[in-house]
Structures are given as structure tokens and as C-alpha cells.
């Protein structure tokens, strides 16, 4: 998901392999629409994945960022929902166990720059994940979290916030979304 300027935060970086800026995948690569695979072990490469998707992340000022959108195949993203850059989370293997009630927000995403849509969600999310570390994280999200959680798990389903869209949405902005392409 998108965001407001914050600033780059380099200093929690593993000492795994030289930090490195993705390339972010733009709709309609294909990639966006493959269902990525489960993490079977936090391997360096899969920890060095992490540090750059959160560099990444920081750089293109998102609040989310998935695998499958810098073209790895795994069911991992990171996410830090604060103003201040320091409340990075990334999550391994995510499952929404139970949603409840229902939000819209404006949405963006860093792979539909510039592009913003309403999407209906639920507002408090119980979630399940693995952490960097590999230990098992139980959570209840609301609020932005809760909304940011969704896109990303969505992603790794190859599901975009755009494909979430009713045909009245998507005709509005159907310019801008061909535009992406050029
Ligand atoms: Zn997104």
C-alpha cells in the first residue's frame, strides 16, 4: 500500500548480503496474479528478501509490500503502518482466521502508482503468521493495520485491490489503469 514520505530507515539491516533497493512489478505484470508458495524454512535468502522489501518498502513510501510484487514466489510481506518508520513487521505464511465487521478506505498500492480506490474490507482481522525469527505471531488488527494486512495477503493470493473492484469503479478509472501500462 501507499503512503506519505517517511524517512529511510537502514539501521536494523542484517548482516546477510548487501542491502538492495527491488524493483516494484507494475499491473498488469504477471506476477501480480500468481499465487505464491508457502515458506518452508527462514533461509538467508529468504532473510535477505526481507531487508530489502522493507528498504524497498521505505523508499517508495508504502505501508505494505509484498513478495510477489519485486517477483519472488513467497508467501511473505512487510508492512509498518506508523508515521515514524518504526513499527516494520514482516510476516511469513499469513492466514486471516476470522474477520469482523466492515471498512472502506481509499486505497493505493505500489503497483498501481498514483492510482487510489475504495475498497471494502473487514474492519478487525484475527491473523496468524510466522515472524522473522520464525516464531509463531497471534494478532487481532483493526483500523489500517487490519485494512494493510488484507491488500497483502490478497497479493499473495494474486489477488489486487483492483481485481476487488465493481464494474462502476473500474470504469472510472480505467484510463489511469491503461496509462500504467505505457
Ligand atoms: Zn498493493
Redesign the pocket.
Known sequence: ?EKTEQPLDTSQILDTDLPALLNIRIYPDPMLNQKCEPVIEITREIRTLIQNMFITMYEKNGV?L?AN?VGSKYRIFVMDTSQSGDRRRAFINPIIVEGFGEQKWKEG???FPGIFATVKRYESIKVEAMNESGGKVELRLEGLDAICFQ??TC?LDGI??YDLLGPVQKNLIKKKIANLKK
Open positions: 500500500m505494505g509484498s510484487q498500492c505500489l503497483s491488500h497483502e497479493h489486487t485491490f
